[in-house]
Each structure stands twice: as C-alpha cells, then as structure tokens.
C-alpha cells in the first residue's frame, strides 16, 4: 500500500492509492520487474516526500522473486542513470562560479587530449563547454553504446578522442542528445580541480545535501538494499526479465553512474526547485547559488518535436500543431505543456535500469520513480501521476501569475485616474516624453470617447476598476476589461505597459472596444 507523510496528509489517501496503481499496473503486466516512486513536497510543503509507493521485487529469476530478494520499497537504492547529469552540470557551474573556468571555453582548454578529436568544417570553432551541457556540440546521439562504456578508463578514453569523434550537424546549430559530451565534461572536472568527478560530486553536492544513500559503486552503498538490473528478453510474462550484472564507474560514470533511492533524489529535487521558489530571497544558497540552479532550469537549445497527427476531420489536412514546447538546460530538461505549465525533468535509461525525476517549476511538487528494468516505463508513469495529481487535488500543481511591480501598481493609479478625469497634473506626472510623441492628449482622449461609445460605455463606467485588480501581464504590464453594454457591444480593454527606467513611466496606455472572447 502507498504511504502517505506522517504530517497531515496534503495528498488524500484514495488520491494516492490511484498514484500507486499506475505503478502496480505497470509491474503486473510485465513492463518491469519492480519499482519505486515519490511523490514530492513543493514549495509550500515541509515534507520532502508528501507519499510513496513500491510495486515488484528488487530480483527476479525465472520470473520469480529471486531467493532473498526483497519487495521493493522506500529504502531501495538503484541507479538513476542519465539523472546523473544534472549533478555534473552543477559541478560545473560550480567551478564556474568560483572562476576556475569558463562555460565559453573550448573542452581543449581544459582536456588537452582533446583538441582535434572534433570533425570540423573550416569555419567551425571547437565545442566549447557550454555546447557540451546544452547538448548542442553536434556529437552524434551515443544510446546504447554509450551505456555500454561506464568502465571506461582516461586512458581508454583518450584513445578513443585521438581517434577522432563524428557529428550529425555543426557545432551550435542543433540538438542532439550525447552521453560523450557528459564524459567529456567529467573529464574537465577531473582535470580543473586535480582529482576525479565523483569525489567532486560527492564532496560538492552529496555530502552537504545528506545525500547518504547516494553514490557510484558497491564500495558507497548498501548493497544488501541494491535493485537488481533486469534486461527484457523477447518474452512477454514475468521471465522476461533477466539480471544485468553491474559494471564499474569509469570515465562515462559522469553521463549516468549514480545509484539513489527517491528519498535522496526527492531532496535533490529540492534543491534545485527551490530556485523558483516565491521566497527564494529567503532561502540559504547551499552548494550552489540560486541564479546558477535557477540557470540549469532554463531552456537553452530547443529539441525539435514531431507535429501532432494531422486531424482526419480538417479539410486543409494540416497539423493542428505540437503538443509541447521541449528543449535542453544544462543537464535538466524544460518543457511547457498546454495544461501543466513549465516542468523540470530528466530520465535515465541504463542496461537493467529505467528512471525519472520531474517537478512543476511554479509549485515545486514532482515525482521520483526508479525501476530495475531496462528502459522502465517510469517516464510516462510519473507524468500519469503528476496529471492525476494536478486533476484530483486542486491547488497542489497551482500555476503562479506574474506580478504587478509597486511602481506599475502606483502608475495604475495615476492612469485610472487620468482616463476618468483627464487631469493634466497627473499626465505630467507619470506619463513618459514618447507618449505625446506617439499619440497627443486630444487624439488619446477621442480614442478613449470612441471606444466607449462603441462598447455602450460611460466615462463613469470606469470609476469602478482599480490598480489592484487588473490583469498582470508581466510586473511592468497591466490590463483591464470593462464588459460592454448591450447585445453584441464589444468589451472595453485598457492596458498600461511602463517604461524600462527604474523609475518607470508610463511608456503606453491603449484604450480599446474589442469583441468579446
């Protein structure tokens, strides 16, 4: 059965029991051989996990739990696979921040051996370390064989450099999805701070955020709670699944090498959601400042999507267009859906192991699942589970609004009142020099007086909208609708847009009848 948080329970238990059996569903048909997933606390929440859940066996044998192996559950620790980048890009941004790099140096800079490992066309500069986070360098996308590399040693690896790299399209142009890119920027860690990437990430990030069950091999984790990794045969009952063995952290280990469990992932999470959080001001920097968290999260290169399927019914035959805007951070993905807004998120896919971890930047609530099966399921699931969430407890995933600026606020003011008296004090005031430039106060009142009459409106009808209660558009943008009076009279709308000056201004102040809807 799914647990709810010891605290009063923000999610309701048959909410829950519905989260847990999408995952149990999962395991029962044989999509994988168990997992184990959170739900996590957002910015309003003291709780790290508001709920969890665990469906399978951490091994199976010939379709049955293997002998001693124990159901899975909150304490299991398995590999989070490509998850792992998101703690390389922080290290980096790390170093960054201290001034032991830059993200526009070329990777040669900081990893000699690879200077001339790139196919270059003779206008083409070296990828730099920012094209490297952003998966923008043009390497060609490494799944599977990158997962097959883990153990890979320096050595190894710079053979493979001096044997050159290949590309899919120039350097800067494009996404492509690459674990070498990954490896190469473990590789500057081990070389900007003398050591080796996963004491780095360990003393960085893993150590300070108590991080205790996370780690990257046998030697730094409990063992005896380790899932087995399964690999799916060609067989569709539960002997399907059959043990991976594990492999040893090499130089590819920083594109994919951690083991955790939810509880650990749901505080990394944490962290990093808390850099939109409303009261980040307040909040401590820990490990790495706010501004860079709040930087990995933003989309800098767009992956190209598939169009939606053209509609049977449409008689132009098109598209009605794409389901989502998708693109790359540095080692996070950011998308915008249609119904839940911006979301965090990245997957991990590894021989034996599927996983996930995603949040929904304005509440800060997501979901952890982690799975002992290759290429688990656990994308799609914990997006079921966060839209389920979103449909059945209202206001968890709420979106925030942006909001008005004092300034704006009190130039509101100073502009309703203009609009219902005309008073030139006010327009001295508050209004900037390129509003007479744009439109004088004769021709801006007959606009006024026009779209009024249009909408069947009185001057007196403005007398009721307030500063406080319009639409924000952005901190320094604000709208009003006056309802038109009369069947078929258009609304009336105003909006307000302040200049860019500290001291801002009013910049412009429309007043317009437009129909309704």
């Given at each position: 059965m799914p647990e709810?948080?010891?605290?009063?329970?923000?999610?309701?238990p048959a909410v829950l029991a519905s989260v847990a059996a999408l995952f149990e569903t999962a395991v029962a048909e044989h999509r994988t051989a168990g997992i184990t997933w959170a739900v996590i606390g957002g910015h309003a929440h003291e709780q790290a996990v508001l709920g969890h859940g665990a469906a399978g066996h951490r091994a199976l044998r010939d379709g049955a739990p293997?002998?001693?192996?124990?159901?899975?559950?909150?304490?299991?620790?398995?590999?989070?696979?490509?998850?792992?980048?998101?703690?390389?890009?922080?290290?980096v941004l790390a170093l960054r921040d201290e001034g032991r790099l830059r993200l526009d140096d070329p990777v040669s800079a900081h990893v000699p051996e690879a200077a001339g490992a790139f196919d270059l066309a003779g206008d083409e500069r070296e990828p730099t370390l920012r094209q490297l986070l952003t998966m923008s360098a043009g390497l060609v996308t490494d799944n599977p064989w990158g997962d097959r590399q883990e153990a890979m040693t320096r050595e190894e690896f710079a053979a493979t450099l001096r044997g050159g790299l290949s590309h899919v399209h120039r350097v800067g142009t494009g996404f492509e999805y690459s674990n070498t890119g990954y490896a190469l920027l473990g590789r500057v860690?081990?070389?900007?701070?003398?050591?080796?990437?996963?004491?780095?990430?360990?003393?960085?990030?893993?150590?300070?955020?108590?991080l205790e069950d996370t780690g990257w091999s046998a030697e730094e984790i409990d063992t005896a709670r380790l899932a087995t990794g399964h690999r799916l045969a060609d067989r569709t009952d539960a002997t399907r699944f059959e043990q991976v063995p594990l492999d040893s952290p090499g130089v590819y280990g920083a594109m994919a090498g951690l083991f955790s469990t939810v509880d650990d992932v749901a505080r990394w999470v944490r962290f990093l959601a808390a850099a939109d959080a409303p009261d980040t001001a307040d909040r401590p920097q820990g490990p790495l400042a706010t501004a860079s968290r709040r930087e990995m999260q933003q989309l800098h290169r767009h992956q190209p999507l598939a169009a939606l399927p053209v509609d049977p019914e449409d008689p132009a035959g098109t598209s009605p267009g794409f389901d989502r805007v998708r693109g790359y951070g540095l080692g996070l993905v950011v998308e915008h859906f249609p119904d839940l807004g911006e979301v965090i998120s990245h997957?991990?896919?590894?021989?034996?192991?599927?996983?996930?971890?995603?949040?929904?930047?304005?509440?800060?609530v997501g979901v952890v699942a982690l799975a002992n099966s290759k290429y688990a399921p656990a994308t799609p699931l914990s997006m079921q589970a966060l839209r389920l969430l979103q449909r059945e407890v209202p206001g968890l995933l709420a979106r925030r609004g942006p909001e008005a600026a004092p300034r704006t606020l009190a130039a509101a003011d100073a502009a309703l009142s203009w609009l219902a008296r005309e008073d030139d004090a006010v327009a001295d005031a508050w209004f900037a020099d390129s509003m007479e430039l744009d439109v004088s106060r004769p021709e801006r009142r007959r606009r006024l007086a026009a779209a009024l009459r249009t909408a069947g409106l009185e001057r007196s009808d403005l007398a009721q909208l307030e500063a406080g209660r319009a639409e924000v558009l952005s901190p320094a943008r604000l709208r009003w609708t006056v309802p038109g009076r009369g069947a078929g009279a258009p609304n009336l709308r105003i909006e307000l847009l302040m200049d860019p000056r500290r001291e801002a201004a009013i910049q412009s102040l429309d007043t317009l009848a437009v129909t309704a809807g």
């Open positions: 709810t948080s010891a605290h009063s329970p923000v999610i309701p293997a002998e001693g192996a124990a159901p899975m559950d909150r304490a299991t620790v398995s590999r989070i696979a490509s998850m792992t980048k998101s703690f390389t890009a922080a290290t860690i081990d070389e900007v701070t003398g050591g080796d990437y996963t004491r780095e990430i360990h003393r960085r990030f893993l150590a300070p955020l108590g997957s991990g896919g590894y021989p034996g192991y599927g996983s996930f971890m995603v949040w929904h930047r304005d509440s800060g």
